[in-house]
């Protein structure tokens, strides 16, 4: 499947490659395959020295849904956006499930590990859509700002039981994204830490509870498709 594009949108190709290479951490001795295709399909790409703080070698599986109605995404039908990366990773993001759900968009990332040099992770298995789960949050999305001015309402599914907003706008080339809307655990319990990104959890109206957002590899991937895709 060829990869969406959107209409109009610039393709900072450089500035996402460095977002990329700061997003997937590497650790210890270890060595692991690096790469990401466009396609959704297994790839292996050049061995790389892991650095502090991995310990596995984890392969991602990205499937991301854009909304026709988006303004200048027209031409995208809906169709979903299939990303494949292999890296070096942590092991808490083994067999996870991370998903982001914003008024117009549908990220869902799904991981699978190993522990031996330049050892290859089988491909993440697809996640199919889930039912609404009766939690409501304000959702947003804009990729020209890292401050969104209209929001509207998102309905939550399966295990999404988090509210979410992010802005960064310190993307190189004076690019900036803001989101809000619908997270997993598993997304809020990954710290992104990196100077700049404002993000936060929360339960739900309820519940005012926040924390760091996650998502090392889902919000590099992320950020792949919407800008290289």
């Not at 947003?140 to 907003?165: A, I, M, P």
């Not at 992010?166 to 900036?176: A, F, P, R, V």
Request: hydrophobic share 30%.
């Amino acid at each position: 499947m060829e990869p969406a594009r959107s209409a109009g949108a610039t393709s900072p190709g450089s500035c996402l490659i460095c977002v990329l290479a700061f997003f997937i951490a590497g650790g210890n001795a270890l060595k692991c395959f690096e790469c990401k295709d466009l396609s959704g399909n297994p790839c292996v790409g050049e061995s790389v020295l892991c650095h502090s703080g991995s310990n596995v070698c984890i392969s991602s599986l990205v499937q991301y849904q854009i909304d026709p109605s988006l303004p200048g995404a027209q031409n995208l039908g809906g169709v979903p956006t299939w990303l494949f990366m292999r890296a070096c990773g942590s092991s808490d993001q083994c067999s996870s499930i991370i998903t982001l759900r914003t008024s117009y968009t549908r990220m869902v990332t799904s991981n699978q590990c190993c522990m031996s040099d330049n050892c290859s992770p089988p491909k993440p298995p697809v996640i199919s859509e889930q039912s609404e789960n009766g939690l409501t949050c304000m959702g947003c999305f804009n990729v020209t700002s890292d401050s969104c001015q209209e929001y509207k309402s998102v309905k939550c599914r399966g295990s999404e039981q988090q509210c979410f907003t992010y802005s960064n706008k310190h993307l190189e080339g004076g690019d900036s994204i803001a989101m809000a809307g619908c997270a997993t655990q598993t997304a809020c319990d990954l710290d992104l830490g990196y100077d700049g990104i404002k993000t936060q959890c929360y339960g739900g109206c309820s519940n005012n509870r926040s924390s760091q957002i996650a998502s090392s590899l889902s919000i590099a991937a992320f950020l792949a498709v919407v800008y290289l895709g």
